[in-house]
C-alpha cells in the first residue's frame, strides 16, 4: 500500500515536470503500444488482454482528440475526424477481432506521431527512420479517405 502511494506521487512529480508536446508524444506511444498488445491478444485468442489494451488505447485516442484546439481549420478537422473513426473502428475489434484495424489504426498514429515529432518538437528524421515512413505514407495516401464533408469538401477515412 506504502509503495502504490509513493509511486502515485513519483507519477505526478514527474507528470508536472513534463512540458505538453512531450505528453502529446508519450500519448501517440501509449496508444500505438497498446493497440499493440490488444494485436497479441487477438492473435493469442485472449478476450481479456485484447479488451483491456483496446479500451486503453481507446481512451488515449480520445485523449488525443480532446487535445486539439477547436479552431476552424481543415487540418485539424481531417485529424479530429481521424481520430473519432479510429474510435469507432477500434470499438468494432472486440467483436470481429479485426487485425487489420489494428494495423492500420497503428499506422495511421505512428505517421501521426511523426508529424508532431518533426514539426512541432522539431525533430528531425534520419535516412533510415525517412526511407520507412515514406513507404508508409504511400501506403496511407493509398488508402480511401470517405466519410466526412466540410466547407464542400467531400473525403472519406476508411479504416
Known amino acids: 500500500m506504502v ?11 514527474v507528470s508536472s515536470e513534463i512540458n505538453p508536446q512531450k505528453l502529446i508524444l508519450m500519448l501517440y506511444d501509449g496508444a500505438i ?22 479500451s486503453k488505447a481507446i481512451a488515449i485516442i480520445s485523449e488525443l482528440n480532446a487535445s486539439l484546439r477547436d479552431i476552424d481549420d481543415e487540418q485539424i478537422f481531417f485529424v479530429k475526424s481521424l481520430f473519432l473513426t479510429m ?10 477481432n479485426d487485425i487489420q484495424t489494428l494495423d492500420r489504426a497503428t499506422k495511421y498514429l505512428m505517421e501521426l506521431k ?11 528524421d534520419t535516412e533510415a527512420h525517412t526511407h ?13 479517405y470517405s466519410g466526412y464533408e466540410k466547407h464542400g469538401h467531400k473525403t472519406s477515412i476508411a479504416i
Open 114 to 124: 511523426r508529424i508532431w515529432e518533426t514539426t512541432v518538437m522539431g525533430r528531425e
Open 132 to 144: 520507412t515512413q515514406v513507404e508508409q505514407k504511400k501506403e496511407v495516401s493509398s488508402m480511401n
Open 33 to 54: 503500444k497498446r493497440i499493440s498488445f490488444a494485436r497479441e491478444g487477438v492473435i493469442n485468442k485472449n478476450p481479456k488482454q485484447r479488451g483491456e489494451n483496446l
Open 87 to 96: 474510435m469507432q473502428e477500434l470499438c468494432k475489434v472486440s467483436v470481429s
Open 3 to 13: 509503495y502504490n502511494a509513493l509511486s502515485s506521487y513519483q507519477k505526478v512529480q
